[in-house]
């Protein structure tokens, strides 16, 4: 892993270890006291409207004082306070203007976003009692949480899918049925932090993979962020809606990448609202070679686990057409070892599917992810070397891959599209 520092964090990458504020706890007096002056200061940077106010405000903020924020998180009697819509609002100023504080801004309005998004769904009360009552006394308050916001997010897509309106939590809503609430972020906000987002998106990953905050779920977000660029003509001047989506869907294709399992459903829910053309493969999703190996070692490592292989067949996160995506011509030595995984996803998901028209998908797009990495479909070609092309007929071979076709094509029957496209 590169050592530089972030540009924005201050932080060597790779150097994160994890916060106690991850823990549960049961804080002093004077620890919630604290705690409670610092979140008050950060909430004050969303209502100071004199610029000059909220830089000296800026100021006094430190890293320190965010740790001290997040303490409230650990406790089950204290977390109720990041349930403030301002906290959000100033961990967004907090990230677009300070450098050392990123990370702890970030993991601060993802937990203040998700309790906020909890209570307009009228379950937070019933979920901190939850919290208060959880049989393990290590159980994480921010985990439990972000557990509650991943299922009641599946809920209210299959409500919208119904003629449900969603917005409405989120202060969006232009429905006369509905009682209006304050937006929970502003215009401005989520255009800046969908930006901060993708403008940054490769460091954001690392600091995923290597620092615990992943572990909070950042499928409340993701949530937010779908609307918002469902709804883009409204909120914003600028990139046209189709690469707003494209932005999204590789934003979450890549933190799906490293998400915790809890949170993988509720991705693929706010995922399947966004349709991309197939313009969106003509570009490649990584930003260099480092960026490259990093989501190619991050999808080994999801196929390379000791998981039950119908759980793994079951997986909605892995991807092998968007991995297909991200290799480069300076990781080449992954390749094989993709193939080895890709092709191993297929057999486990053979197993599980009988559906003759989900089979045909999965050919599609077991097929598809192959082929692309012997030649990307994206603007970013590459030769490989002899001993990779090598490597990668090794793979296949050793993967049984002729005997998983003959298996689709056996399954399918000689009328199926398949079987038709790929016999004589």
């Known amino acids: 892993m590169d050592t530089s520092l972030h540009p924005q964090w201050g932080r060597t990458i790779g150097s994160y270890s994890l916060p ?41 903020i430190d890293i320190k004082m965010l740790h001290c924020a997040l303490n409230l998180a650990s406790d089950p009697a204290t977390i109720r306070q990041l349930a403030n819509p301002p906290i959000i609002s100033g961990c967004i100023c907090l990230m677009k203007t300070i450098s050392r504080q990123h990370p702890r801004a970030t993991s601060l309005l993802v937990g203040a976003l998700n309790l906020c998004l909890l209570e307009r769904w009228g379950t937070l009360d019933a979920t901190l009692a939850t ?27 299959t409500g919208m899918n119904i003629g449900a309106d969603f ?63 469902a709804r883009a003509r409204e909120f914003r001047q600028g990139p046209d809606d189709e690469s707003l989506k494209f932005r999204l869907f590789e934003l979450g294709s890549r933190y799906s990448l490293v998400a915790p399992e809890y949170q993988r459903e509720a991705m693929m829910f706010v995922m399947s609202t966004t349709n991309c053309s197939q313009k969106w493969n003509n ?44 290799t480069d011509a300076q990781t080449q030595d992954l390749l094989p070892e993709v193939m080895k995984c890709t092709i191993k996803y297929g057999w486990f998901a053979l197993l599980d599917e009988e559906e003759a028209d989900k089979l045909e998908g999965l050919n599609d797009i077991i097929f598809g992810g192959l082929w692309w990495l012997f030649q990307p479909p994206h603007n970013r070609p590459y030769r490989l070397k002899e001993i990779t092309q090598t490597q990668l007929i090794d793979a296949m071979h050793g993967g049984d891959f002729l005997d998983w076709v003959a298996c689709i094509l056996t399954r399918l029957g000689p009328a199926s599209r398949t079987s038709a496209f790929y016999l004589p």
């Open 20 to 60: 106690s504020d991850m823990n549960r706890t049961t804080l002093s007096v004077d620890s919630e006291l604290t705690g409670l002056q610092a979140m008050q200061k950060i909430s004050q940077l969303a209502t100071e409207g004199r610029i000059q106010g909220r830089e000296s405000l800026e100021e006094n």
């Open 131 to 157: 919290v208060k009552d959880y049989p393990d006394p290590r159980g994480s308050p921010q985990i439990i949480t972000s557990v509650k916001v991943a299922g009641t997010i599946m809920n209210q897509f």
């Open 167 to 229: 917005d409405s939590a989120l202060g969006w809503s232009t429905s006369t049925n509905n009682r209006r609430q304050a937006p929970l972020l502003s215009r401005l906000d989520m255009s800046t932090l969908f930006d901060l987002m993708w403008n940054d998106r490769k460091l954001f990953l690392q600091a995923l993979v290597n620092d615990i905050s992943t572990s909070c779920g950042l499928s409340g977000l993701f949530c937010c962020f779908s609307r918002y660029v």
């Open 283 to 326: 570009t490649p999703k990584h930003v260099d070679a480092e960026d490259s190996r990093l989501m190619m070692s991050s999808y080994i490592k999801q196929l390379s686990d000791n998981r039950d292989p119908i759980l793994i067949a079951r997986d909605p996160s892995i991807n092998p057409t968007f991995i297909s995506l991200v």
